[in-house]
T-cell receptor
Framework: AQTVTQSQPEMSVQEAETVTLSCTYD???????LFWYKQPPSRQMILVIR??????QNATENRFSVNFQKAAKSFSLKISDSQLGDAAMYFC??????????????FGPGTSLSVIP | KAGVTQTPRYLIKTRGQQVTLSCSPI?????VSWYQQTPGQGLQFLFE???????NKGNFPGRFSGRQFSNSRSEMNVSTLELGDSALYLC???????????FGPGTRLTVL
C-alpha cells in the first residue's frame, strides 16, 4: 500500500527566509501525482503545487517550488521569501495516475509551519 | 467560478443520533471525495463518487454512507453517532477522476 511520510511535525522560519519541508512516499507505481496542500488556521485546504511523476522538471508556483527525486521517492517543498500568511499546516499527498484509478488521495501527517516576524 | 461548498459548517449532535452533511462541487466537476480529519488520525479517506457511483470506500464502518446526485452534489450520512465521530469532514471535487482535488471548508461535527 502507498504511504506518505512527513518527518517534521513542526517547523519555523523567519519572515523573508527560505524553508524546506520534507516528504517521502512509498509506491510501486510509476505513474502518479504528488501534491502539497496548505491548510491555514481557517481550515480551508488549498492546493499549493502539483507534480506529475512523469515530468522530470520540478514544478514551481511563484515562491513555492519542489525538489522531486523520483528514484529516492522524495518530494520536498521549498518556500522562498516566507511571509506571515504562509503559516499553516502543510500536507504532502499522493495519488495514482492510472485513468482507471479511483480518486483516492493519500495524505501525509502534515507539518505545522510557523513564520516568525 | 464558485468553489466547493459544504453545509452546514458546524454541527452538534448527541450520541446515537444520525447526521447528514452536504457538499456541492465546483461546477462541472463530477468526482467528489470525502475525508475525515482528526488530530489523532489525520486525514482519512471515506469514499469517492464519480457520476453517481461510489467507486471506492475507505476503512470505515457501515454507519458511514454517502450518495451523489445527478447534478454531482453529494451527501454523506453517519448513523448512530459515536463520540469518536467528532471530526472535521472535508469534501473535495475534481473535474475527472485523476485530476487535482479542490477542497471545501469542511463541516465541523461535534458529538456529545
Amino acid at each position: 500500500a502507498q504511504t506518505v511520510t512527513q518527518s517534521q511535525p513542526e517547523m519555523s522560519v523567519q519572515e523573508a527566509e527560505t524553508v524546506t519541508l520534507s516528504c517521502t512516499y512509498d509506491t510501486s507505481e510509476s505513474d502518479y501525482y504528488l501534491f502539497w496542500y496548505k491548510q491555514p488556521p481557517s481550515r480551508q485546504m488549498i492546493l499549493v503545487i502539483r507534480q506529475e511523476a512523469y515530468k522530470q522538471q520540478n514544478a514551481t508556483e511563484n515562491r513555492f517550488s519542489v525538489n522531486f527525486q523520483k528514484a529516492a521517492k522524495s518530494f520536498s517543498l521549498k518556500i522562498s521569501d516566507s511571509q506571515l500568511g504562509d503559516a499553516a499546516m502543510y500536507f504532502c499527498a499522493y495519488r495514482e495516475g492510472r485513468k482507471t484509478s479511483y480518486d483516492k488521495v493519500i495524505f501525509g501527517p502534515g507539518t505545522s509551519l510557523s513564520v516568525i516576524p | 467560478k464558485a468553489g466547493v461548498t459544504q453545509t452546514p459548517r458546524y454541527l452538534i449532535k448527541t450520541r446515537g443520533q444520525q447526521v447528514t452533511l452536504s457538499c456541492s462541487p465546483i461546477s462541472g466537476h463530477r468526482s467528489v471525495s470525502w475525508y475525515q480529519q482528526t488530530p489523532g488520525q489525520g486525514l482519512q479517506f471515506l469514499f469517492e463518487y464519480f457520476s453517481e457511483t461510489q467507486r471506492n470506500k475507505g476503512n470505515f464502518p457501515g454507519r458511514f454512507s454517502g450518495r451523489q446526485f445527478s447534478n454531482s452534489r453529494s451527501e454523506m450520512n453517519v448513523s448512530t453517532l459515536e463520540l469518536g465521530d467528532s471530526a472535521l469532514y472535508l469534501c473535495a471535487s475534481s473535474l475527472l477522476a485523476t485530476d487535482t482535488q479542490y477542497f471545501g471548508p469542511g463541516t465541523r461535527l461535534t458529538v456529545l
